[in-house]
């Protein structure tokens, strides 16, 4: 066996706004959508959610949840250069 431990690179300032980002942006998009469930539970009609606040609460989960979804894979992405570059090394 081999006395070389891998170490694992650091964790760069990137990589961690890029995972908090897709962490804010996920948690945002399904809470607006439990907004959404909860508010049309509660009786809110379809014409309700074309006033106030509502619109932007009803479109968020569309662009939110896909945005997040990309920013973990240009996360994974780069974390996997990261470390095949470390491995290499």
């Known amino acids: ?10 964790v760069r300032r990137v ?3 890029l995972a908090f980002m ?7 998009s399904v809470l607006c959508f439990a ?4 508010s049309t539970a ?3 009609q379809h014409e309700d959610y074309g006033v106030g606040v509502w619109p932007v609460i009803g479109v968020f989960p569309l662009f939110g949840l896909p945005v997040a979804f990309l920013l973990i894979l240009v996360l994974l992405i780069m974390t996997w250069t990261r470390k095949g570059k470390a491995g290499r090394s």
């Open 22 to 28: 897709a962490l804010g942006i996920a948690i945002v």
């Open 35 to 38: 907004a959404i469930i909860t």
């Open 1 to 10: 066996m081999s006395t070389n431990s891998p170490v694992d690179p650091p």
């Open 42 to 44: 509660m009786g809110m």
């Open 15 to 17: 990589d961690r706004i």
